[in-house]
Every structure is written in structure tokens, then in C-alpha cells.
């Protein structure tokens, strides 16, 4: 009879599995203990092997495709045996769920249909009311001038009402969350309306002005929502993005000038400013045409260099003198931007669920604490002299804080929502960084071993790891992880603690710096540990203790020896 082969649950936190190669094809014959397929888990890709027995009937995932646990990949049984039925069976809970989506789609397109019939009711209403381009006027909206802009102050209004205005006036000054900036008014007429007084915010796309013919009667259009205006602030999108560049470059350029008579303090709209700027043009030698002497996109175009211009190159052979003006000339630099974009792998996908379960579930406190690692220095060369296995300072840190959990079992803890679970045992997970991430093989009863016998342990896990040849028994049942970052010149930092552990030690490098010995300074060898702590099983005080003990063991090896 037919069986249903299905994607096994390959580690602890395993939810889906990709299938990395297909060993069998349809039609094949497979034995007990045959290999069918490799599996990439969020940890390593591991071989999958088959507890039946019979001819492949059907493969379900292609190679490269994910499958959550459960799912059913293959079909084995006899050859030319229906099968059809058997997969019906196992997606009867998906018929289900079709079922209810089916149910849902309905009251959803019912509930859709209704608000199809408000909205047409709505919009007969709205026909009836004027719009903007019923009057002949321009609405003028808060504009976007920011990623990251949600409103606007106005800092200074440039004109009032009644007075006329040119489309490339700036009528305003916004205060954004980036920069003070100027708000062209695109439209000539009058200032017929400000809707926000000078020092109060408006929210991105609300009304702030309105620009038409003189005279126009524009309460109609004040009545309505802003819909209307959003309507008008659309016709001119693209022209606004384009000024609002605009606007940054000459922002930009006037923050970048250092001579106290720039032009920066010239009043010239954004656009005059970068046509300015990409021809050379000194806009202290422009005269405005607009209101106030502002000089405008016109002034610029027109702009003829005079003899004034010249007058510098006469005089250049007398003596500099202090009012003499500077112009310092950035020439323009064009860049492309660009990225790619990767799928994410099972490994990256379970280290961003499970760290973030683990940071936003456990409340996370850190202490910090330096060590003076002058005697194990010394103890570490005299061991690697004799051991069969070179020791690393992270040999010596495994087992010091093996041995201090025993001492402070309430570090070696984890919390298990309604009771705390104190582990006698000590197995310490590793961090090890791989290509795809990282994994955290474990150490297991790692304070009754020996420093040599720890190294060989980490060595073969490091290797392993990076040939992605690790299994599950490597990596679960810690009770404490350590991550050293020391060997990267990182001189401290905070780890997230890895869940279920109650606790994690982040080690960084050994530094040279002055310390203080019986009354002189000498240079010492100082390394800082931060210990995370999972404030629900682990208190300040008992991370205190906890560290202090692993300093004297640290400053003292002989005792790891004993």
C-alpha cells in the first residue's frame, strides 16, 4: 500500500525545510535506509533518508523549494498503485482551509460590494461640489521634503494675502525634521488663503495655501475634505520632485560656501540657484527681476557676466587685500545608486526569528568587567608547551565559566514561564560564525574536562560548521553560550542572549594599557567580558557574583588546572 513520505523535523527549531537535491527520481525502487534527498535546515544541509520501503510514485518540491515540517515531498508504494487519493487524504486539512477561505472571500467580496455602494454614494455627492480647477485656482498642500517627514512649521510666510505671486516664488519657509526649507508656490496669482499661521505644524498633503485669480470665492473649497486638494497636489508631482532635488542642491551648496559674502545670503528661488551654480554663475552679480530684488530661474537665463566680472583680472597683479572676495568652486560629482537584493537562506531566517523572540521576550540587562590577563598569558604558553592541542584564551574562558556555573547555578538557568529550571549540567554553546550566519555548537559537561580536551572539542566544531556538516546533536541542549570577538580587534560589545539560556558572555580582545600595580603604572593585558543577563531568572547582584569568580579563575588559571 501506498505510503506519504513527509519533510521530518530535522532540529529544535526547524519550521521548514529546502530541498537541496533529489538522489531518486520517479519510478525509482527504494530500499529502508536508501539516501533520497538532501535537506538544507536552518542549520546545516543534512542527507534525508527513507524508513520505507517501494517505488517512487511522486515528488512533490522541486530542488531549491522550501516545505514546512509535515508537508508531504514523496510517495512510495507499488508500481502503477493509485496515489491520488492518498494526497487528497493528506491535503484534506488544506480543503478545509480552502473551505473557510472560500467562506471568508465571500462575506469579504459581500462586504466590498457594500462599500463600493457607500463609496458611489458618495462620490454622487461629491460631484455636486466645486473643485479646485472649477475656480481656476491652485491649491498648495505641505509637501514631503523628507524621507522621514510626517509634518511641517511654517518658519516664515513670504508673502500675505492679496499679494500677487510667480511660480517660482517661495511663498514659505518649512521647518522640516531634517531642515529649514523653502515651499515654491508653482502657480501665478494671488495669495487668496494661508491656512497655517507662521510657527504652527501641518501634516504632509494638508491645505496650506491657495493661489487664483483675484477675487475668486474659494469657501466652497475650503468646506470640502482634502480630497480635493490632494486631486491638485497630484497634477504637480513630478514637478515638485523634481524642485524638491532642486531645493536640497541649493541647500546643500549654500552650506557648503565658507566665505562670509557667498551667495547664500542672495534671495534667489531654487531653481535660479542650481541653474546658477551648474553655469558658474556668481549670483552676487545677478540682479532679480521679482518682489524684493529675488532673483528667479529668468534673471539667471538673461544673465550676461559684465564688466564687472573683469574688474578682479585687472587688479590681479596688486596685492591681495582683506576685502577682497573669494569664490570656492566644488565641481559636481554624479553618482549611481545601486543594490542587490538575495533571497534569504533557512540558516538567516531562523537566526532573525529566533533573536528577535529572544531580545523583545527577554528583558536583557548587561555588566561589564575587565580582566587582568597578564597570569594567563603566561599559563597559556607554558600549557601549549607540553598540551597535545594549542589552547586559545576561549579555552580558557569555556572552562572558567564552566566551573563558575557551578558555583552560580542560577546563571546556568532558564526560564520556563511558569517555573525556572536550574540546570546542574554545564554545556556551553560556542558562537561560531560561518559563511550564512552563525551557529552555536555546544560543549557539553565542558567543567569536568580538560583545557586540551575543550580546544580539540571547538576546533572540530569550528570545522564542521563551516563544512555545514554539523547535527543536531551538536548544537541543542545548551545551558550558557559564550561569543568572543576578541580575535576581530573588538574591544568590547553585547551579544543577545541565545534562548532558552538564562545568560551570555560576550569576550573581547586583550588590549595593552596602562594599569595601576602596587602603587605604580605599568602596562597590563586587560580583556573586558560583558555578561548578558535575562533579568526573569538572573538578578544585578547574582550576575555580579557570578563574574567575579570568573575573574579569579581567569587571573589565576592554576585553579582550572586542579
Not at 510626517?150 to 508673502?159: M, Y
Not at 523653502?182 to 494671488?190: I, L, P, R, S, W
Not at 538557568?413 to 560564525?433: C, F, L, M, P
Not at 545551558?479 to 538564562?502: A, C, K, Q, R, Y
Request: hydrophobic content about 35%; aromatic content about 4%; charged content about 30%.
Amino acid at each position: 500500500m501506498a505510503e506519504v513520505v513527509k519533510m521530518p523535523k530535522m532540529s529544535d527549531t526547524m519550521t521548514e525545510g529546502v530541498i537541496a537535491k533529489w538522489h531518486k527520481k520517479v519510478g525509482d525502487k527504494v530500499n529502508s535506509g536508501d539516501l533520497i534527498a538532501e535537506v538544507e535546515t536552518d542549520k546545516a544541509t543534512m542527507d534525508f533518508e527513507s524508513y520505507q520501503e517501494g517505488t517512487i510514485l511522486y515528488i512533490g518540491p522541486k530542488e531549491g523549494e522550501a516545505v514546512e515540517i509535515d508537508a508531504v515531498i514523496a510517495v512510495l508504494g507499488e508500481e502503477g498503485e493509485d496515489y491520488e487519493a492518498l494526497l487528497k487524504d493528506g491535503g484534506s486539512s488544506s480543503k478545509e482551509s480552502k473551505s473557510e477561505d472560500k467562506s471568508e472571500d465571500k462575506e469579504e467580496a459581500k462586504s466590498e460590494s457594500s462599500d463600493k455602494k457607500e463609496e458611489t454614494e458618495e462620490e454622487d455627492d461629491a460631484a455636486d461640489d466645486v473643485t479646485a480647477e472649477d475656480l481656476g485656482v491652485t491649491v498648495i498642500t505641505m509637501p514631503l521634503l523628507s524621507d522621514t517627514m510626517k509634518e511641517g512649521v511654517i518658519a516664515q510666510w513670504n508673502f500675505k494675502v492679496g499679494d500677487a505671486i510667480k511660480s517660482d516664488d517661495a511663498i514659505a519657509d518649512v521647518e522640516t525634521d531634517k531642515a529649514t526649507m523653502e515651499v515654491t508656490a508653482y502657480a501665478d496669482g494671488t495669495l487668496l488663503y494661508i491656512g497655517v499661521e507662521a510657527g504652527d505644524a501641518a501634516q504632509v498633503n494638508e491645505i496650506i495655501a491657495i493661489v487664483g485669480p483675484e477675487g475668486t470665492d474659494i469657501k466652497p473649497l475650503l468646506n470640502k475634505k482634502s480630497s480635493s486638494s490632494k486631486s491638485s497636489s497630484e497634477d504637480k508631482k513630478e514637478e515638485k520632485t523634481e524642485d524638491k532635488k532642486e531645493d536640497t542642491s541649493a541647500k546643500e551648496e549654500s552650506a557648503e560656501s565658507t566665505s562670509s559674502s557667498d551667495d547664500s545670503r542672495v534671495k534667489a528661488s531654487p531653481l535660479a540657484r542650481k541653474i546658477a551654480k551648474d553655469k558658474g554663475i556668481d549670483l552676487t552679480q545677478v540682479k532679480g527681476s521679482a518682489e524684493g530684488g529675488r532673483i528667479v530661474k529668468k534673471d539667471v537665463e538673461d544673465f550676461t557676466p559684465s564688466a564687472a566680472a573683469s574688474a578682479p583680472a585687472k587688479e590681479a597683479s596688486a596685492p591681495a587685500a582683506s576685502s577682497e572676495k573669494t569664490t570656492i568652486s566644488i565641481p559636481q560629482y554624479i553618482g549611481e545608486e545601486r543594490y542587490t537584493e538575495k533571497p534569504v537562506n533557512q540558516m538567516r531566517k531562523t537566526i532573525a526569528r529566533r533573536l528577535s523572540e529572544s531580545l523583545f521576550t527577554a528583558p536583557h540587562f548587561y555588566l561589564t568587567i575587565s580582566l587582568d590577563m597578564d597570569n594567563a598569558m603566561a599559563a597559556r604558553a607554558q600549557i601549549n608547551e607540553v598540551a597535545p592541542v594549542k589552547v586559545s584564551f576561549n579555552d580558557i574562558v569555556i572552562k572558567a565559566v564552566a566551573v563558575a556555573l557551578k558555583k552560580h547555578p542560577a546563571v546556568n538557568s532558564s526560564w520556563q514561564g511558569d517555573k525556572v529550571r536550574y540546570n546542574e549540567h554545564t554545556n556551553i554553546g560556542v558562537a561560531i560564525a560561518v559563511e550564512d550566519g552563525l551557529l552555536v555548537p555546544v560543549v557539553r559537561f565542558a567543567d569536568g574536562k580538560s583545557l586540551s580536551h575543550i580546544s580539540a572539542e571547538v576546533k572540530d566544531f569550528a570545522g564542521k560548521a563551516k563544512a555545514k556538516k554539523l547535527q543536531p546533536s551538536d548544537w541543542e541542549g545548551s545551558t550558557f553560550t559564550v561569543s568572543n570577538l576578541g580575535m576581530f580587534g573588538i574591544d568590547e560589545f553585547t551579544s543577545i542572549i541565545n534562548s532558552p539560556d538564562g545568560a551570555i558572555l560576550s569576550v573581547g580582545a586583550i588590549q595593552q594599557v596602562p594599569v595601576v600595580k602596587n602603587g605604580a603604572v605599568v602596562a597590563g593585558n586587560v580583556m573586558k567580558v560583558t555578561l548578558g543577563c535575562d533579568h526573569r531568572v538572573v538578578d544585578g547582584a547574582t550576575g555580579a557574583a557570578f563574574l567575579q569568580t570568573v575573574k579569579s579563575l581567569i587571573e589565576s588559571p592554576i585553579r582550572l588546572l586542579a
